[in-house]
Every structure is written in C-alpha cells, then in structure tokens.
C-alpha cells in the first residue's frame, strides 16, 4: 500500500480535535497508529509519492531501512504513549497535538525532498510546543516560549541551509551531504540543536519537566531521536560527529555529577 504514514496520524489529530464523542476519538486514537504501521511495514522502496513544483521534485514517501525502523518505532510509541495518556486523563487538544507530533516525526523519516522534510520539521516544533503549553501552568508558558525560541532558531539555519545547498547544487534532494559547504554545516547545526547537542542543550531539562506527564511521555519519544535519524541518514560517518559525540558523553557525566 502507497500512502504516508505520518500523514495518517496527522489526520488522526486533526480528527481527535472535531469529534465531540470522546469515545470516537479514543477509538481514533488507538487505531490510528496500528494503521500506520501496516503503511509502514507494507511499503518498498518501489513505493514513491512524488510531484514537481517549481521544477523540482517533491517526494512525500520515500522508503528506506533506517527510515522505516524510526518511523516503527514513531508508531509503537505514539500507541504507548495514548494509552498512559487515555488513562492519565489527557486533553483532547493535547492528545491531537501529540499526534499531529508524531506523524510529522514519521513523515520527516519517509520524506525523500529537503522542502517536505523543513515543513513537517516546523510542524512538529510548533506540535511540540503546545504540548509544553498544556503543561497549563505559568513556567509551563514560560519554558514553552524558550522551546520555541530555540527551535524557530534551529528552523531558521534548516531553511538557510537548505535554500543555499538548492542553489549551490540544484538539487533539494535529501540525501548523503559532505559537509563541503557552508549550508551543508547550516543543516547539520538545525538537526544537532533538535538533538540536544550542547551548547544549545538546556532547552531539554528546562522545557520537558513543565509539560503534563502524558505530555512528558509524548516529547521524550520524537524531537531529538527524529534529529538522530536525519543525521544519520545525511552525515553518517562525518569526524565531526564523534568530537560532538564526545563532548555529550563528558558534558552529561560532569553534570550527573554535579547534581
């Protein structure tokens, strides 16, 4: 079968937010991320979604293995989470930001263009963050303002850098980078800030404690192992990946430590 994952439970969240029954919308919620699962398992690399817009090639579903191993993962955590959320008492616009959430997290990893990938990156930034905000308390709002800071900053060089390597190149094409030009090490720095690389770390501890718990457990599961994945998929085997490594291991330890 032919047809985003993501958008599945994409769809799903967006549905959660119209129904009035809560019973459909548990039901919604529960099935959803088995049905993407089967898109998911069910798709080959034969499967392609593609359009041309503006000369170029948009590709909403390219499969790999590394992609389809993430997005099963994506899938088996968002069914996790809904159930700790279902029975920890979780809002409905809550549950649907959560799934709006991972299917744009899912979508990043079966997308084959760098201009579908940057609008489901900022969907998910945006997701993420009313997550934050249903924390419904004053440092919930607070800590929810600096996320989105930091990650509009992190969309900012993502969308630089793509838009520089297009024109450099030609191509939007997401795949292998060098890490020869500039906007190529734009790119790796928006996917190291949504990986909790240090310096800009401290949105981590300081956004995810003031989420709800079953919001907790919704953050926790995309932003930085969506981030791993595309770095993975672009930069696997870079030097500068182990120096970065490194510095992560030591900079945790020292602050284990410390506390």
Aim: with cysteine.
């Amino acid at each position: 079968m032919c047809f985003p994952p993501g958008l599945i439970l994409i769809f799903a969240g967006v549905l959660i937010t119209l129904l009035p029954s809560t019973f459909l919308q548990r039901i919604i919620a529960l099935l959803s991320p088995f049905i993407a699962l089967v898109f998911i398992w069910t798709a080959s690399p034969e499967n392609i979604i593609q359009f041309t817009w503006l000369s170029e090639t948009i590709n909403l579903l390219k499969v790999t293995s590394l992609g389809q191993l993430f997005a099963t993962v994506f899938s088996i955590m968002v069914l996790v989470g809904t159930i700790y959320g279902l029975g920890a008492g979780i809002k409905k616009l809550e549950l649907a930001a959560a799934f709006i959430y991972a299917g744009a997290a899912i979508s990043v990893c079966m997308v084959g263009d760098l201009l579908s990938l940057f609008i489901f990156w900022e969907l998910m930034a945006l997701a993420s963050t009313y997550i934050i905000f249903a924390g419904g308390t004053h440092a919930a709002f607070a800590a929810g303002q600096r996320y989105l800071a930091i990650h509009l900053l992190g969309g900012v060089l993502l969308l630089i850098g793509i838009g520089g390597h297009w024109s450099e190149t030609g191509s939007i094409s997401f795949e292998v980078m060098q890490l020869d030009t500039t906007y190529q090490w734009l790119i790796l720095g928006a996917f190291l800030i949504n990986a909790g690389a240090p310096p800009l770390s401290s949105w981590l501890p300081d956004a995810y404690p003031e989420s709800s718990p079953s919001g907790m457990v919704f953050l926790s599961a995309f932003t930085t192992k969506t981030a791993v994945f595309t770095i993975l998929h672009c930069f696997a085997g870079q030097e500068v990946l182990i120096y970065f490594g490194l510095f992560m291991i030591f900079y945790g330890i020292i602050y284990a430590l410390l506390e």
